[in-house]
Structure formats: C-alpha cells, structure tokens
C-alpha cells in the first residue's frame, strides 16, 4: 500500500484562500448577472464545484499534523469561517467588542510575517476595520507582553524550539 505525502497545513490554506477568494467573487458576479436577468446556470454549477473542493479542503486540514506557527494561525483562520463563525460576527459588532480576540489574533498573526487572516479580510471590509483588529504592527513584531502570553497558553511548547525560539525572538 502506497502511502499519500504529508501536505501540511499551511500549504492546504494557501489552496483553501484561493478557492474562497474565487467563491467570494463569483457570488458577486452571479448577483449582478441576476439583477442584469442573466442565466446564471453555469455560475451556479461552478459555484457547486467550488463549495465542494472547499470542503474537502476544509476536511484535509481537520485531519492534518499542525507542526508549526503557520499551521496553527491557518487553523484558526478556517476556524474563524467554518467553525465558529466569528469573522461575521467580529465585523457585524465592530472589532472593538472583541478585545480579547483581537489582542490574540495580533500576537499570533506577527509571529508569522505575512500572513493574512483571510476569513476576517474579507468580512471586515469597511475601512478600518481589519486594521483596527489586527493591528498596523510589522509583521513579526509582535508586543513583548504578547510574546510571553503565546509561550503561557502552550503554543510554544507544541511547536518545538524552532518555533519557541522564534516566538521569543532568539535565534535557533
């Protein structure tokens, strides 16, 4: 029996950003075709065949190893939409109703540079408001009380040195 190779997690919602970005985007096109009386037929059928490799998607990541930061942030990220959905609610109520929330996705975004929380980007899209949860912050750079708050809630530990060195700041 042939084993699959590992796809980690982080990869998997690089794949998953895309297939959401284009639903997204799609949904809009089928609502102006609509309002315009198009057939919107075949916008449906590709809409079905996205909604169904995004749960797969969605599936493999459940089931996947999280070995680093990035896989756990890319977790949370599909957590936020699929699971709990509190991207809507965060941009609903405003980002000011969940402080603590917001200093948590702070402090684990900067410990991946460049990550971006795809689910809140596209829930939060009135001026601001991404930022205000978020944070302007470098990525990477995160507060020093935020660091050792990481290492309290056991991240650190599950991730292996590398990756606790790298939330303090120290070199491996």
Not at 11 to 37: F, G, T, Y
Not at 80 to 106: F, K, N, Q, V, W
Request: net charge negative; aromatic share 4%; charged share 25%.
């Amino acid at each position: 029996m042939t084993e699959r190779p590992h796809v980690s997690i982080s990869a998997l919602h690089k794949e998953w950003v895309k297939l959401e970005d284009e639903h997204h985007q799609l949904e809009r096109a089928i609502d102006e075709a609509r309002a315009k009386k198009a057939d919107v037929a075949p916008m449906r059928q590709r809409q079905i065949a996205l909604l169904l490799e995004i749960t797969s998607i969605v599936a493999k990541m459940r089931d996947a190893p999280a070995t680093t930061t990035e896989d756990f942030v890319a977790l949370l990220d599909v957590a936020l939409d699929h699971e709990l959905d509190l991207a809507s609610d965060i941009a609903y109520y405003g980002p000011s109703d969940y402080p603590m929330t917001a200093r948590l996705l702070r402090a684990l975004a900067s410990r991946v540079p460049g990550f971006e929380f795809n689910s809140l980007r596209r829930w939060l899209s009135s001026p601001g408001q991404l930022e205000q949860l978020i944070g302007a912050a470098a990525p990477g750079a995160a507060p020093p009380d935020e660091i050792g708050s990481i290492e309290r809630i056991g991240l650190a530990s599950r991730c292996g040195q590398n990756n606790r060195d790298d939330i303090a700041g120290r070199e491996p």
